[in-house]
Nanobody
Framework: QVQLVESGGGLVQPGGSLRLSCAASGSIFRGSMFSFYAMAWYRQAPGKQRELVAGMSSGGIINYADSVKGRFTISRDNAKNTVYLQMNSLKPEDTAVYYC???????????WGQGTQVTVSS
């Protein structure tokens, strides 16, 4: 059974930091398979569409949404089957449910986590 489990969300004041983690488990991630997946973080705020926050290809190519550049950092530890999102200088507009996504390009393998709530408020 494929699982992507996010953690690290919570309530933080503006200007604060959080680190999200997404642990991948299941037979499709066995051995070194996780390293072949492109991993990404998306978010969805109430009443808005889900949007890409940050993504990292299997080759280490990284892209960020313009709204988070310079504040968020995506990283991965293939030995732990885990991807991270370090979020600094958080703003109220960063409030959303954050989702982890795993994608194996060309194979039709695309998986989502259940999401973790991030609330930025004073």
């Amino acid at each position: 059974q494929v699982q992507l489990v996010e953690s690290g969300g919570g309530l933080v004041q503006p200007g604060g930091s959080l680190r999200l983690s997404c642990a991948a488990s299941g037979s499709i991630f066995r051995g070194s398979m996780f390293s072949f997946y492109a991993m990404a973080w998306y978010r969805q705020a109430p009443g808005k569409q889900r949007e890409l926050v940050a993504g990292m290809s299997s080759g280490g190519i990284i892209n960020y949404a313009d709204s988070v550049k310079g504040r968020f950092t995506i990283s991965r530890d293939n030995a732990k089957n885990t991807v991270y999102l370090q979020m600094n200088s958080l703003k109220p507009e960063d409030t959303a449910v954050y989702y982890c996504n795993a994608d194996l390009p060309g194979w039709g393998h695309n998986y989502w986590g259940q999401g973790t709530q991030v609330t930025v408020s004073s």
